[in-house]
């Protein structure tokens, strides 16, 4: 039997572990972008893991992935990362990916990976993890808008934000509310 068809792919992982759609546009396309939007999807509970890990081999097919809602931890994440690399937006917003799942993500910033957009609001992300985050960017000139709302961030995270962006710096969309 050939590969199967990433929408259907899907689909049926969605279907077979009882994690049924939430909203009807699970794949969208946006000029040439396919969308993965899965928020919302119960994806870090029980048999979501086993999604997640089938998910990865087939990220490749898809420029954006939305995870937001899904109660994610840093495990999800861990299997995630291998995938996410292809990436042009990532949205894990409103998870639990802690300060090992954010460090995963940073990480790819040092290799060649895509994601020009990632949204991290409402992680309970603390300045140790977001410090983390800007050192790795200094490897990545490519991201163009980085989200670390409703965190647990103070104001020194903020002046090394400050730094990082004084200097060769490709982002043009830092959102730091609620911190």
Not at 43 to 55: F, M, Q, T, V, Y
Not at 87 to 104: A, D, F, W
């Amino acid at each position: 039997m050939g590969q199967q068809n990433p929408i259907t792919f899907v689909l049926s992982m969605l279907d077979m572990y009882n994690r049924p759609p939430k909203r009807m546009e699970i794949i969208k396309l946006r000029g040439s972008d396919a969308i993965l939007d899965l928020r919302n999807c119960g994806l870090g509970r029980g048999a979501g893991a086993r999604i997640i890990s089938e998910l990865v081999s087939h990220l490749d097919n898809f420029e954006s992935i939305d995870l937001s809602y899904n109660e994610l931890g840093q495990d999800s994440v861990e299997q995630l990362v291998p995938g996410l690399r292809v990436m042009k937006s990532v949205n894990l917003s409103h998870n639990k990916i802690g300060r090992i799942g954010c460090q995963l993500l940073s990480n790819l910033f040092k290799t060649q990976c895509n994601i020009i957009e990632l949204e991290l609001e409402s992680n309970n992300l603390t300045d140790v993890v977001g410090a983390g985050v800007v050192e790795n960017l200094a490897h990545h000139k490519k991201l163009r808008l980085l989200n670390l709302s409703k965190n647990l961030l103070s104001n020194n995270l903020a002046f090394r934000m400050r730094k990082y962006l004084a200097e060769d710096s490709s982002l043009e969309e830092l959102y730091l509310h609620w911190n």
